[in-house]
């Protein structure tokens, strides 16, 4: 008889933790590579979880996927880097307004040899018109991604039509990491976020040739997925997802997020 009591203690135990487990809060969050593949989220969302108890599982892909994600109702909050394609998401009634949460900006990264003739420069577009008209690689993320799209961007303003079926122009479909480790070892040139630059180690021979661009501005968006759309939204944890990404705590939390003494993310939530 003791050893059935002790028995039904164990099982009453581990039950009572289990069911304790499934019903932590928590929260997904689908967001871009270059804020996961930065190591941006490893710093900021420890302190959040700490703080509310509620646990954020990120989906990190490419912006176009990311909102996809939120538009089939099967993330909570999203987190990316294309403002047309936001304010988009938001006059379709997936969420009900944009916030914007903070900023870095991208960088032309190429070959120290650099073959195009382009080191130096501070205008995007002309660095790619002499990058297409001297045939160099380029590799290209090719994934719906808001890098990508300011890349596509950034092309047509040099009056450059490309395609996967020139030589040169090569795409990956893929997140910001391996596009960068293909160029790595392809040695050629690529559009990157800052962030995941500063993070990424295997460089090759590859340096940063264009910056300082004003059209290389890059921002960061925040959104509430629209309860109204998906009813499973968990909408008070995500608004408190981000009341606090916006808050001094975690703006101040971005700030202080730097790989090598360099800052990745700068914090711009107008709260």
């Known amino acids: 008889m003791k050893n059935l009591r002790s028995i039904i203690s164990i099982l009453t135990l581990s039950f009572l933790l289990s069911t304790a487990a499934y019903a932590q809060k928590s929260i997904v969050l689908s967001s871009t590579t270059s804020t996961e593949q930065s190591g941006l989220f490893g710093h900021i969302l420890p302190p959040f979880e700490k703080r509310t108890g509620i646990q954020v599982k990120v989906v990190a892909v490419g912006t176009g996927q990311a909102l996809d994600i939120g538009r089939r109702g099967d993330a909570d909050v999203v987190m990316v880097h294309d403002k047309v394609a936001e304010e988009k998401f938001v006059a379709e009634g997936f969420a009900d307004k944009r916030i914007e949460v903070m900023y870095n900006d991208f960088i032309l990264i190429g070959p120290k040899a650099d073959p195009a003739k382009v080191a130096g420069g501070n205008d995007i577009q002309a660095a790619l018109k002499k990058i297409a008209d001297s045939k160099s690689t ?45 160029a790595s070892g392809m040695n050629a040139y ?22 300082g661009d004003p059209k290389l501005f890059n921002q960061y968006g925040v959104m509430l997925v629209s309860s109204a759309k998906h009813p499973k939204v968990k909408k008070a944890e995500g608004q408190a997802f981000i009341d606090w990404i916006t808050s001094k705590e975690g703006q101040d939390m971005i700030a202080s997020y730097k790989v090598g003494g360099e800052q990745l993310f700068f914090p711009n939530a107008k709260n």
């Open 138 to 182: 380029f590799v290209s993320r090719g994934d719906k991604s808001g890098t990508h799209a300011a890349e596509l961007r950034y092309w047509k303003g040099a009056d450059i039509a490309v395609s996967p079926n020139l030589p040169w122009y090569k795409e990956t479909g893929s997140g910001m990491g391996p596009a960068l480790n293909t």
């Open 190 to 211: 690529i559009l990157s976020d800052r962030a995941t630059w500063l993070s990424f180690k295997n460089r090759g021979d590859l340096t940063i040739l264009v910056q």
